[in-house]
């Protein structure tokens, strides 16, 4: 995990490993949340929200910053809260608070609109990309079977509740992507069916609940917080 100016307190490897779909040479995605120290937001610049090096591959998300995504439903942020224990590398006291309330960020509209957003991103890719080039085949064949999981994730999300990040049947959805990356218009009755469940009522509620967010905030910044006595010492 690389270094942020602060205090990590939730880490993890993500992407295609924590989905199932890493191989052999597979690159290693990593994504956590750190607390900068409370003092560094009572001047006139705010410490930066996030920090992403490339070598080895890792993005650190500032506490306030995650939650902001993760109440939007961004996919990719919101999935550090849903990880399978065997996929952590840091779970602070703090961090082990955020799990236990990953429910209260949940809503409806913004799953619907952040999986659907991000898996019809995926669909446009396939339709432009350049036939006659065998990296972008191979591209193709990542961003189909990222289409497939945003789909599925995202209807499990709204008729479960529940975020399941490894994904059952990895060679499934690899199988489904290399037709998909071969014939794109394969993914639209995957498209519009998951749009269609998304049109029954699901166990979602209607916005989130920033409340245990909140709360959750100020005992970050509480925690934080080395009064200028302290520093000096």
Not at 24 to 37: E, T
Not at 90 to 114: C, H, M, Y
Not at 137 to 160: D, I, N, S
Request: glycine share 6%; hydrophobic share 40%; aromatic share 6%.
């Amino acid at each position: 995990m690389t270094t942020a100016p602060g205090t990590v307190l939730l880490s993890g490897v993500v992407g295609s490993t924590a989905y199932g779909f890493a191989h052999a040479g597979s690159d290693i995605d990593r994504l956590g949340l750190f607390a900068a120290p409370t003092e560094e937001f009572h001047g006139l610049h705010r410490p930066a929200e996030s920090h992403v090096s490339t070598e080895p591959d890792v993005t650190l998300h500032e506490a306030a910053k995650w939650c902001r995504l993760a109440l939007g439903c961004n996919p990719t942020a919101s999935e550090l809260a849903w990880l399978p224990d065997d996929l952590y590398e840091t779970r602070s006291p703090l961090g082990e608070e955020l799990i236990a309330i990953r429910t209260s960020f949940l809503s409806a509209k913004a799953v619907r609109n952040s999986y659907l957003g991000y898996a019809d991103q995926q669909f446009r890719k396939l339709l432009t990309r350049d036939t006659t080039d065998p990296a972008a085949r191979r591209r193709a064949a990542k961003h189909a079977r990222h289409l497939v999981r945003l789909v599925e994730q995202g209807v499990r999300l709204h008729e479960t509740g529940e975020n399941v990040v490894r994904i059952p049947d990895p060679e499934r959805v690899r199988r489904l992507g290399e037709r998909i990356a071969d014939h794109p218009a394969t993914a639209e009755p995957l498209l519009a069916a998951a749009v269609e469940r998304f049109s029954r009522p699901g166990v979602l509620p209607a916005a989130p609940d920033p409340r245990p967010a909140e709360a959750w905030l100020r005992r970050v910044r509480a925690a934080h917080y080395r009064p200028p006595a302290e520093r000096a010492s």
